[in-house]
């Protein structure tokens, strides 16, 4: 698999919003605000990342996208539709979209064959286009010599290879990560990297990442974001945002490089 080494350049211009956030705000007691007036705008096909430390909410601003939480202020829109109220199973299911959880998403003690299988027996009803469907994916993320191990027993790296490739059987046009690239090796790192991007641009899919560590995510992403304090306090192009004076006081500190 090829290594990414430096940023994407891409050019999106003028495209209307596939998901628009308007005026979010989150709480889950009375004074402990999570997420504090969020409006963003995501384009389909972009990849936009979330960073920010621990606790900044970027796994709730996910939750909220799908549904399993809902905003106390604010309204989502998903292709121009107001899904606010929406619950989980029809937003996933009406605009297709999937979730990688930064932990688990897998059934420890079924191998990864029967994990594919597991899904795709509630996603794909017709038997012929399942095994086909789990067959490319298998040879996609490189799975053969661990279809037989069970989930338990891959390395972090599998496991997550494992996960993605599950929350492709639906064939989702919205693909939402919640850190996938974290607590991994450097070459396991490069080789999901390598991936992330290959599945925007083989199945044309948005998709939205978060992370901690910039350097790791910022090289896959058309569109960057740092949340801080319950707020976005800058967003641009990976180039913009190293450069942005309020990513180097809330997030990167002043001695930041990319290399």
Same mark, same amino acid.
């Given at each position: 698999?090829?290594?990414? *080494? ?17 005026? =979010?705000?989150?709480?889950? !007691? *009375? ?8 409006? =963003?705008?995501?384009? @389909? ?14 796994? +709730? ?7 399993? =939480? ?26 297709? #979209? ?19 299988? /597991?899904?795709?027996? #509630?996603? #794909?009803?017709?038997?012929? $286009? ?17 279809? !037989?191990?069970? /989930? !338990?027993?891959? +390395? ?10 599950? +929350? ?6 919205? =693909? ?10 450097? $070459?396991?790192?490069?080789?999901? $990297? ?6 925007? +641009? ?10 901690? $560590? ?16 319950? !707020?976005?306090? /800058? ?11 309020? /990513?180097? @006081? ?8 990319? *290399?």
């Amino acid at each position: 698999m090829s290594v990414v *080494k430096k940023f994407r350049i891409t050019k999106i211009k003028n495209r209307k919003p596939l998901i628009s956030l308007n005026k =979010l705000s989150l709480s889950f !007691k *009375k004074n402990h605000l999570i997420l504090d007036n969020i409006s =963003l705008d995501i384009s @389909k096909s972009q990849i936009i990342g979330l960073l920010g430390p621990n606790g900044a909410g970027k796994s +709730s601003l996910m939750n909220l996208i799908t549904g399993a =939480l809902k905003p106390n202020f604010g309204n989502i829109l998903i292709n121009g539709e107001d899904v606010t109220e929406h619950p989980i199973y029809i937003r996933t299911k009406k605009f297709k #979209i999937s979730f990688v959880p930064q932990l688990g998403g897998y059934f420890a003690d079924l191998t990864t064959e029967d994990n594919l299988n /597991a899904i795709g027996e #509630i996603l #794909i009803s017709d038997t012929k $286009q399942r095994k086909l469907k789990i067959e490319e994916l298998i040879s996609k993320f490189e799975l053969d010599a661990v279809r !037989k191990v069970e /989930a !338990k027993f891959l +390395s972090g790296g599998m496991k997550r290879r494992l996960v993605i490739s599950m +929350s492709l059987l639906g064939n989702p046009e919205i =693909l939402l990560m919640d850190e996938p690239l974290a607590a991994l090796d450097p $070459q396991t790192i490069q080789m999901l $990297q390598s991936i992330i991007i290959r599945l925007q +641009s083989e199945y044309n899919l948005t998709i939205l990442i978060t992370d901690h $560590q910039a350097r790791d995510l910022l090289v896959v992403c058309d569109k960057a974001l740092i949340l801080s304090n319950s !707020k976005i306090v /800058a967003e641009g192009t990976p180039n913009q945002l190293i450069q942005n004076e309020a /990513a180097a @006081k809330y997030y990167f500190g002043d001695n930041f490089k990319f *290399k």
